[in-house]
């Protein structure tokens, strides 16, 4: 049979975003395929040049508007790093409940991503029911719903609202309970256990060898988190566990986010216990040496997000380089994708959590 | 503790830096080493040697990051490598200085997959030529645009 070539985007359901996965089929295998990017590039990284570093803060949101907290967070730990800044312990405790909040609220959104990829839209309705209560938090804590604006140069911008701790303890008391309710809508489905096992499979050699990180690597049975392995914040003072999964296929990529939400809700109970009054902020310089460099790299929801800035002389950056984190593993994507079929295609990118905010910067 | 997926590893920094600096004592200086970070400063022609050095003995398996630096008064061009070991928990940073005229750099992507994006978007934003680089094409720009736009010398907000 004749092979030819699929466009699939840069509108199609399965993209969420917008990228172009393009893929070669023989009759209904896929024989090679090739992701473009580029639809969504503003030039992020060459705007922060003419911009004073606190406002590059509410820029960084925008990286991903899905998990903008840990975006603005990594900025500001990058220019920490740069300015050589020490965060007050209250300051740490506080980014690592709102981090844990994202990660929680970012993986809910791919849930429901999932859920209407796979046609289950009860999958969809539920995960971003519970969502809304992450978000009324984070609005309670700083006024936004998804671009948050809230991680200072050396700390955060205000300290916790009124009854924060109980707030916090109701939600993830609810949210634990919910999230058994997703894992039997998913785990017991069979449509969706045929859609989602032996699919999509990424060898352990090959996924660190293409750069995947984060939730997809650990799916692929890798032992790395860098929460653990190069602690930042306060995830070296809290005792929790890194998830793996061993099967390399999409549902272990599924397995290893629903275990993660649980052991954020674990985090977030912890910092709460053991978060003491304080100081929340302190001033940073104004100005970075020029030629100097910092860098900071953090397990963003969908993996390895990480920033290098260089100094230059005066209150902006000299150059900023981002990495995102889906921005490599969409270049690892043909890699799980040749050899299964054309419809296996939205259960595999879905499992793989795209966010093209990041991916095009 | 024992980690699935991964060699024992173990190797601090500092120790890193000793057995680099001692395999490749003319080309690569450290500049700094503690106990989960690398810096040092690289020739260009000794890159590949390190890398594939670093990849096959030392347990490096993981590009972070691939980027470039445009020095406009200094006339370079730099590649900044952040390079993890997954095994030793350190990540390097490898700085390599180019000429501003004809920056050309030996690409690592035939070692680790995952630098070919980046090197391909370093290529499509500041023009530097990744030798040996499978596919070096437009990525995040439009085919067929004519200028590097993150260049010092790229005028933004003009039409191009």
Known sequence: MAEMWLNMGPQHPMTHGLWNLRVKVDGETMTEAEPVIGYLHRGWEKITESRKYPQIIPMADRLCYGASMSWSHLYCLTIEDLMEVEVPDRAKWIRTIVLEAQRIGSHLMWLAALGTDLGSYTVFLYPVRERELFLDLMQNLCGARMTYNYPRIGGVRNDVPANFERDFTRVLNHFEKRLSDYEAL???????????????????????????????????????????????????????????????????????????????????????????????????????????????????????????????????????????????????????????????????????????????? | MERIGLAPGGKTGEVLAQEIVQRFPQDVTVTKATHNRLYAKVDKAALVGLCTYMRDSLDFEHVTSVGGVDWLEEKKMQVVYHITSYANKVTAELVVDLPRDTPEVDSITFLWGGANWHERETWDMFGIVFVGHPKLERLLNPDGTEVFPFRKDFVSGRRV
């Open chain 1, 186 to 361: 998913c785990d017991q489905s069979t449509i969706f256990r045929m859609r989602m096992e032996d699919v999509g499979y990424l060898s352990a050699e090959k996924a660190k060898n293409l750069g995947v990180t984060g939730p997809n690597l650990r799916g692929s049975g890798v032992d790395y988190d860098v929460r653990r392995d190069d602690p930042y914040e306060m995830y070296d003072q809290v005792d929790w566990k890194v998830c793996v999964e061993k099967t390399c296929d999409a549902y272990a990529r599924y397995r290893v986010k629903m275990d993660e939400m649980r052991e954020s809700c674990n985090i977030i109970r912890q910092c709460i216990k053991k978060m003491k009054p304080g100081a929340i902020r302190v001033k940073p310089p104004r100005t970075a040496p020029k030629g100097k460099t910092g860098w900071a790299h953090v397990e963003d929801p969908r993996g390895e997000g990480f920033m290098y800035v260089i100094g230059n002389g005066d209150d902006r950056p000299y150059r900023l380089k981002v990495r995102s984190p889906i921005f490599v593993t969409v270049s690892a994507a043909p890699e799980m994708l040749v050899g299964y079929k054309v419809a296996d295609v939205p259960a595999i990118m879905g499992s793989v959590d795209m966010c093209l905010g990041e991916t095009d910067r």
